[in-house]
């Protein structure tokens, strides 16, 4: 449904998009996380047809972005990391607003304001002033305007950034309701435990460039090398980690009371051989397991490791 192909972007010496690729499928909610200035938002801005890229191409359910902007944006829905509200409007004469722009017919914009303001559970605020919201109802309300002409494709760019965590909540919950309605959307974020419920998948961006993209399952994966174990028993768990710090694929191992800590650098059948040793050689063992990492872990150790690309999903 988006494809960005070997697209580059200099501000000046700045170079904000290296030959970025990616694609991403039908239907999917995509998360782009990266640190402070990797690239998100010129890309999604490339992708919203509000910025000419220097190289490479976009498109987005095959539109190329530069020769059919116009069409493009008659299937996307954008919505900027930041963006004003204006003074003087009732929460539907926004809408309608926004409607009229995207040629809705008059006497269909109070129905569908109304449709939308329930879509992101605003249907109270109909009546009030904009400017007036809290900041998690602006963001809902920006987020019902990018629905107005129903478009295959959103781009949301932070759309959880300065909301508390119940307004954070609410709105994972309309992204998942937008997935439900067969929308592929694009969300970058900074929250990025909160991309992991909310995704089918994720790249991560850093220096304009795509360091890793799959699943979040499988990036934690290619993010993990030797993988932490934690194993717990009754007791002698300083002599098990000496007994442990002598097999295999074992590295830094710690006890600390009834556990061990330790790195193991092993497939399955070697963890399960691991295991069978431990118990043969007589340790009361309690609890054997992966202690696994989090996204933002994984996201910590891509890049500051700079993982070589692993293509688009
Ligand atoms: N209009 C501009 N003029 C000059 N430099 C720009 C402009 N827009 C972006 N940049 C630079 O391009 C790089 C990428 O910026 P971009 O906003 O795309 O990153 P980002 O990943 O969205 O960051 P953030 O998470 O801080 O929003 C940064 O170094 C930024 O300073």
């Known amino acids: 449904m988006i494809r960005f192909n070997g697209i580059c972007k200099n501000f000046g010496a700045t170079r904000a ?20 200035g990797a690239g998100k938002t010129t890309a999604m801005s490339i992708l919203a047809t509000l910025l000419l890229p ?3 191409t976009a498109t987005v359910d095959g539109l190329d972005v530069v020769e059919e902007a116009e069409k493009v944006r008659g299937i996307i829905g954008y919505m900027p990391d930041f963006f004003g509200v204006y003074d003087g409007l009732r929460a539907t ?12 017919p008059a006497h269909r914009r ?30 809902r309300l920006a987020l019902a305007r990018c629905l107005v002409h129903d478009p295959k494709v959103l781009i949301l760019d932070e759309p959880a950034s300065g909301l508390d965590p119940r307004a ?17 959307v694009l969300i970058s974020s900074h929250i990025l435990p909160e991309l992991a419920e909310i995704c089918d998948a994720v790249a991560i961006m850093e220096k304009g460039r795509l360091v890793v993209a799959g699943t979040v399952a499988e990036i934690t994966a290619v993010s993990r090398g030797a993988r932490q174990m934690r ?15 002598t097999r295999p694929g074992v590295s ?34 309690v609890e054997f397991a992966e202690i696994r990492r989090n996204l933002e872990e994984a996201f910590m150790a891509v890049t500051a490791e700079g993982v070589e690309d692993h293509g688009g999903n």
């Open 110 to 139: 109070p129905g569908l304001a109304k449709t939308l303001l329930e879509l992101v559970n605003l249907p109270d605020k109909a009546d009030v002033y904009v400017d007036s919201l809290s900041r998690g109802m602006k963001q």
């Open 17 to 36: 998009l290296d030959n970025f690729s990616l694609e991403i499928g039908r239907g999917l909610v995509y998360g782009l996380i990266g640190p402070n």
């Open 252 to 285: 830094e191992t710690l006890a600390d009371g009834q556990e061990v800590r330790f790195l193991f650098d092993g497939n399955q059948a070697e963890q399960a051989a691991l295991l069978q040793a431990m118990v043969s050689g007589g340790w009361p063992v």
């Open 54 to 56: 220097d190289a490479g």
């Open 93 to 104: 004469e926004y809408l309608e607003f926004f409607a009229a722009a995207h040629h809705i």
């Open 231 to 245: 194993v717990a028993v009754l007791d002698r768990a300083g002599e098990l980690a000496g007994f442990l710090a």
């Open 168 to 184: 954070r909540a609410e709105m994972k919950e309309i992204i998942r309701h937008l997935k439900h309605l067969g929308k592929t």
